[in-house]
T-cell receptor, first 112, second 113 residues
Framework: GDSVTQMEGPVTLSEEAFLTINCTYT??????LFWYVQYPGEGLQLLLK?????DKGSNKGFEATYRKETTSFHLEKGSVQVSDSAVYFC???????????FGTGTSLTVIP | DVKVTQSSRYLVKRTGEKVFLECVQD?????MFWYRQDPGLGLRLIYF???????EKGDIPEGYSVSREKKERFSLILESASTNQTSMYLC????????????FGSGTQLSVL
């Protein structure tokens, strides 16, 4: 079945460090891929998305590229800030489905 | 601002109690969802609804039921709460065909003692 696997956390980085959170997926066909972010005490909110192979989603300095050959959608940011501390979820929506599939979440803490 | 409001941020209940978790959205969305969030397991879909009085089972419906009497309100019901239902519960909504625009509430942390 459809599923998402993302790297285990927690991840702790110093401010201005480079961030990568790995995400791979299993799906039939061509799903849409997403990164959601959950700030402390809040619900999830959409960070970025990509709907077809080689698309790059970007928002707030974060980027992720839809790689069909490696079934991956890794999240990157060149210089993290303290305010980026949150839990990040990779997710997919199948092109023939009716529900999201979320990864387990990766907790990021950025220290000054 | 669009809003998905969950009635309680924290809830403590005893084993065997009937528990109601309420969710209200003010965006006139047809689709509404209930997830539970557990460490190491991520979000898992319990139930969803595409319209008033409609409901469909998600991946883990056992031990839960739902009610959608009005478009804006989607209730999750634990008929007889058990300790393994201690979790964070998240409600979400979206418009048909705009699945990527999933709006989440801030969650209800339920503890069953």
């Amino acid at each position: 079945g459809d599923s998402v696997t993302q790297m285990e956390g927690p991840v702790t980085l110093s401010e201005e460090a480079f961030l990568t959170i790995n995400c791979t997926y299993t799906a039939t066909g061509y799903p849409s891929l997403f990164w959601y972010v959950q700030y402390p005490g809040e619900g999830l909110q959409l960070l970025l998305k990509a709907t077809k192979a080689d698309d790059k989603g970007s928002n707030k300095g974060f980027e992720a590229t839809y790689r069909k050959e490696t079934t991956s959608f890794h999240l990157e940011k060149g210089s993290v800030q303290v305010s980026d501390s949150a839990v990040y979820f990779c997710a997919l929506f199948p092109n023939t489905g009716n529900q999201f599939y979320f990864g387990t979440g990766t907790s990021l803490t950025v220290i000054p | 601002d669009v809003k998905v409001t969950q009635s309680s941020r924290y809830l403590v209940k005893r084993t065997g109690e009937k528990v109601f978790l309420e969710c209200v959205q003010d965006m006139d969305h047809e689709n509404m969802f209930w997830y539970r969030q557990d460490p190491g397991l991520g979000l898992r879909l319990i139930y969803f609804s595409y319209d008033v009085k409609m409901k469909e089972k998600g991946d883990i419906p056992e031990g839960y039921s739902v009610s959608r009497e009005k478009k804006e309100r989607f209730s999750l019901i634990l008929e007889s709460a058990s300790t393994n239902q201690t979790s964070m519960y998240l409600c979400a909504s979206s418009r048909p065909g705009q699945y990527e625009k999933l709006f989440f509430g801030s969650g209800t942390q339920l503890s069953v003692l």
